[in-house]
């Protein structure tokens, strides 16, 4: 099963991705995830994202691109995978395509989980809490929505026009965007 995870910040793409991880035995490819764990590392990749990640706005494609291919070359991603949080732009897109088809790997379903935007700013808040995330603070997160909507949103239509896009509401409770999810990807 190789999936694409497609959503705003706060709609739940980790939280689901984790549940699918362990459903599907496959794992999941946060793009998020990596770089910071580049920045805690203090690694010079993780050096040049950190600001930019702090001010809610995209790290460059290159780098973004680089970390996926390198990624998916690992042993793990042989039955499949979940990308969460990238592609992120159109050209980013076209990157993992060209990365997939290079690998013979094609992708299964794009699933896009649609949230309320007002809801997504309190969710986000409410996990700035726990998350000590540099990131999850109103201005912050009012960027990173509009960068969603600029950068990010024209996915939903570019992976529509491949028959890949399923969407799935994410404003019910988690069990059941899980379930909604499955009965997407296995339709
Ligand atoms: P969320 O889904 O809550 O927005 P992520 O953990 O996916 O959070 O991403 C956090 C930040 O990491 C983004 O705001 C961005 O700066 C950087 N980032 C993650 N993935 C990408 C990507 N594919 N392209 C560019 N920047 C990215």
């Given at each position: 099963m190789r999936l694409i995870l497609l959503g705003?910040?706060?709609?739940?793409k980790g939280t689901q991705a984790e549940i699918l991880v362990s459903a599907y035995g496959i794992p999941q490819l946060s793009t998020g995830n990596i770089l910071r764990a580049a920045i805690a590392e203090k690694t010079p990749m993780g050096l040049a994202a950190k600001e930019i990640m702090d001010r809610g706005d995209l790290v460059s494609d290159e780098i973004v691109n680089g970390i996926v291919s390198e990624r998916l070359d690992?042993?793990?991603c042989k039955p499949g995978f979940i990308l969460d949080g990238?592609?992120?732009t159109i050209p980013q897109a076209g990157a993992l395509d060209k990365m997939l088809a290079e690998k013979g790997m094609g992708l299964d379903a794009v699933v896009e989980i649609t949230a309320d935007p007002d809801v997504l700013v309190a969710r986000v808040i409410n996990r700035a809490k726990e998350s000590n995330?540099?990131?999850?603070?109103p201005d912050v997160i009012r960027n990173r929505l509009s960068v969603y909507s600029e950068q990010t949103a024209p996915l939903v239509e570019f992976y529509r026009g491949k028959g890949l896009l399923k969407s799935v509401d994410g404003m019910q409770p988690v069990d059941e965007v899980t379930a909604a999810i499955r009965r997407a990807v296995h339709n």
């Open positions: 705003p910040p706060g709609a739940g690992h042993e793990d990238f592609p992120r995330r540099a990131d999850d603070n």
